[in-house]
């Protein structure tokens, strides 16, 4: 069992709002990423990190910005949430040395009124 | 560049009969490859991987996925359907060395007709 934890896992609010989506890994993982799901669509990376201070983006352009500073927390921001930005997002990490298995949480579902 | 190919959006299979869901990738180097499953409101769980070696892989839950390198295909299958195998299944791909970045399909919705 993935110990990966998303929170929170369902999100409603309004438009404007600032909104950070927390992601946490207990395994000591060094690689971290964010994904973003919408239905019929394939996940699209939308940041990533390999390890503290280091975080890049993906290949979705998204207005959210993320952070790392402890290995084992990956948060992620919208400063202003929109309803282009309903959508589901997934983190996900991996360990140093593997072949791109990647350990997900259960995801937030986020929808901007 | 890496790309992935899900063969159907939306496969039916009546409880008992053959799963078989399609893969196709295209990689410049050796691909890792990956099968994950999406139950309704939960992440991604890895099903089966092929990293280098015997290229029939098995799964859990009695899933198994044949790596060709001349088809460029990894399809997934299962011997018998069962009700709790209706789910959403990606299949993946990824590079060696560096980041190992991760490509997935777009997904295949998998149906059991009682």
């Avoid at chain 2, 990824?94 to 059991?112: A, D």
């Amino acid at each position: 069992e993935a110990d990966i934890y998303q929170t929170p896992r369902y999100l409603v609010i309004g438009t404007g709002k600032k909104i950070t989506l927390e992601c946490s890994q207990t395994m000591g993982h060094d690689k971290m990423y964010w994904y973003q799901q919408d239905p019929g669509m394939e996940l699209h990376l939308i940041h990533y990190s390999y390890g503290v201070n280091s975080t890049e983006k993906g290949d979705l352009s998204s207005e959210s910005t993320v952070s790392r500073i402890r290995t084992e927390h990956f948060p992620l921001t919208l400063e202003s949430a929109r309803p282009s930005h309903t959508s589901q997002y997934l983190c996900a990490s991996t360990g140093l040395g593997s072949t791109g298995e990647l350990f997900f949480g259960e995801g937030s579902r986020l929808t901007v009124l | 560049a890496q790309s992935v190919t899900q063969l159907g959006s939306h496969v039916s299979v009546s409880e008992g009969a053959l799963v078989l869901l399609r893969c196709n990738y295209s990689s410049s180097v050796p691909p890792y490859l990956f099968w994950y499953v999406q139950y309704p409101n939960q992440g991604l769980q890895l099903l089966l991987k092929y990293t280098t070696g015997a290229t029939l892989v098995k799964g859990i839950n009695g899933f198994e996925a044949e790596f060709k390198k001349s088809e460029t295909s990894f399809h997934l299958t299962k011997p018998s359907a069962h009700m709790s195998d209706a789910a959403e299944y990606f299949c993946a791909v990824s590079e060696s060395g560096g980041y190992q970045k991760v490509t997935f399909g777009t997904g295949t919705k998998l149906q059991v007709i009682p």
